[in-house]
Nanobody
Framework: QVQLAESGGGLVQAGGSLRLSCAASGIVFNSSVMGWHRQAPGKQRELVAAVSSDSTTHYLPSVKGRFTISRDNGKNMVYLQMDSLKPEDTAVYLC???????????WGQGTQVTVSS
């Protein structure tokens, strides 16, 4: 079965840092685009960052320069390093794996990130 397991969320003060990790199994990891999405209460889910199989990256403009996505194809892992966190970054962060768009992607359960003022 496909399994994406996120970890690393928590409570942090504004300006602090967190690193999220996602362990993938049951997928052809090296052929998948991996991404981190987030969803806050009352808001639509949004793509925060994505990394292709060749490590090409994409970022939501509001996080560019603060967040860094990376992958380790040998370990089937994807990471999101989050620096200079802001209260508006508070959300459930979900790992996703896609081979044909996010609408048909596999999703993890999510990890809560809370940034206090």
């Amino acid at each position: 079965q496909v399994q994406l397991a996120e970890s690393g969320g928590g409570l942090v003060q504004a300006g602090g840092s967190l690193r999220l990790s996602c362990a993938a199994s049951g997928i052809v990891f090296n052929s998948s685009v991996m991404g981190w999405h987030r969803q806050a209460p009352g808001k639509q889910r949004e793509l925060v960052a994505a990394v292709s199989s060749d490590s090409t990256t994409h970022y939501l403009p509001s996080v560019k320069g603060r967040f860094t996505i990376s992958r380790d194809n040998g370990k089937n892992m994807v990471y999101l390093q989050m620096d200079s966190l802001k209260p508006e970054d508070t959300a459930v962060y979900l790992c996703a794996a896609a081979r044909d768009g996010w609408s048909s992607a596999y999703w993890g359960q999510g990890t809560q990130v809370t940034v206090s003022s």
